[in-house]
């Protein structure tokens, strides 16, 4: 059986987080997304909510499951016998830290594979990051989270409410 670990912060789950799931679901048997757990105040979600909404974002998908783990990836993977790992790569900057990631996780873990899906031309600018910055703004990011994460970005983010659309995006 091929197992493969998509780790990350998810902070929050995006679109573009879960055009990586559906393309990395299709190629192995067992997907588990691995949300990393970081102490209170350091994420805008706490780790049981990111779980919580990834899981709810990838009920549909039945290879997939959703956990959280903190320390090493490739412990992560080991522990769930996963030989693959996912990353996702929106643009060439991501390439240098992702390369430099991918060696060490080599050095660890000599068994463990790092695979790299492109990120879908729709989502090449979304980010997590960006989607919480923008969002904290006031800017209505509905198009690019599921329903479920807008509605829980406009509980953090009340001016949401409100926000109309910029650029074409809604």
């Not at 990350?8 to 997304?33: C, M, Q, W, Y």
């Not at 979600?45 to 499951?65: D, H, Q």
């Not at 910055?133 to 829980?152: C, D, I, K, Q, Y």
Request: aromatic share 8%.
């Amino acid at each position: 059986m091929r197992i493969a670990l998509y780790p990350g912060r998810f902070d929050p789950v995006t679109n573009g987080h879960l055009d990586i799931v559906e393309r990395a679901a299709s190629i192995f048997d067992k997907l588990i997304v691995a949300v990393y757990s970081v102490q209170e105040g350091a994420a805008l979600f706490t780790t049981e909510e990111r779980v919580s909404m990834f899981a709810r974002a990838v009920k549909p998908m039945p290879n997939v499951s959703v956990l959280s783990f903190d320390g090493l990836v490739v412990d992560m993977a080991r522990e769930n016998n996963a030989l693959f790992l996912v990353r996702g790569i929106r643009a060439v900057t991501g390439f240098e830290s992702e390369f430099d990631m991918a060696l060490m996780n080599k050095k660890m873990a000599p068994e463990i594979e790092s695979v790299y899906l492109m990120a879908s031309i729709e989502h090449l600018f979304v980010s997590a990051s960006r989607i919480r910055e923008v969002a904290r703004l006031g800017f209505n990011v509905e198009s690019l989270v599921p329903s479920h994460v807008w509605t829980a970005l406009q509980e953090k983010f009340p001016s949401l409410t409100s926000a109309r659309t910029m650029g074409g995006l809604t």
